[in-house]
Each structure stands twice: as structure tokens, then as C-alpha cells.
Nanobody
Framework: QVQPVYSGGASVQAGGSLRLSCAAS????????MAWFRQVPGKEREGVAT???????IYADFVKGRFTISQNNNRSTLFLQMNSLKPEDAAVYYC???????????????????WGQGTQVTVSS
């Protein structure tokens, strides 16, 4: 299987913005809902936001009002616009399938196995 192609991760100062993207071609089409997750070394991966086929979204409380998840028209690419970044947002960000698109906390579907290398976000204070 083709691994997702990530871009957009970078090092920014607190208060700055980044836009992440994750392209996984037709593989995303197998899933009715996609999500962004993030992971810090030594901690479990946590869900950030989800988006379903029509474009309905949910967000973890810690990013509400700051992050926006979106997808392109053919659902081959997932995006995460991150504004007002905080040092605690620093992590490796991954795209994946959530267990459900309707509940928080957002947990990964155990069948998703295409994490890839993710994209590193560093936020300095």
C-alpha cells in the first residue's frame, strides 16, 4: 500500500500558523470519515479533528476555534489549518481513520494501518 504523503510541518513561534496536508490517493475513499491525530514521544496518539464525506467536522476541545480540518473535492487529500499555535501543539501529526466521526475523544480505527512518518510541528514560546 502507498504511504500517505505529508507536507506542511515546520518550526514556528507561538501564535503562528501552519497548514498541514496528507495525500493518500484513493485509499481515503474506503473510509467514510478521516481525521488528524498527533503524538508526542512517550505519550499516546491523540485525535485532533475529524471530517466525514459531506464535510461535517468535530474537534478536540484543545484545538476548537484554532484548527480547521478540510478535504479536497475528491477526498484524496486531507488538510489541517492550524492558527494561534501553542507550544503544547508541538507533535508529529498524522492522518488516519477514526473509530467514529461523531464522538470525542477521537480514537483511531484499529483497522487503519497507513500512518506513515507523519509531519513534525514544532512551536517555540
Amino acid at each position: 500500500q502507498v504511504q500517505p504523503v505529508y507536507s506542511g510541518g515546520a518550526s514556528v513561534q507561538a501564535g503562528g500558523s501552519l497548514r498541514l496536508s496528507c495525500a493518500a490517493s484513493a485509499y481515503f475513499l474506503r473510509w467514510s470519515c478521516m481525521a488528524w491525530f498527533r503524538q508526542v514521544p512517550g505519550k499516546e496518539r491523540e485525535g485532533v479533528a475529524t471530517i466525514d464525506i459531506p464535510g461535517s467536522t468535530i474537534y478536540a476541545d484543545f484545538v476548537k476555534g484554532r484548527f480547521t480540518i478540510s478535504q479536497n473535492n475528491n477526498r484524496s487529500t486531507l488538510f489541517l489549518q492550524m492558527n494561534s499555535l501553542k507550544p503544547e501543539d508541538a507533535a508529529v501529526y498524522y492522518c488516519g481513520a477514526p473509530a467514529t466521526c461523531r464522538l470525542t475523544p477521537i480514537q483511531a480505527d484499529p483497522r487503519w494501518n497507513l500512518w506513515g512518518q507523519g509531519t513534525q510541528v514544532t512551536v517555540s514560546s
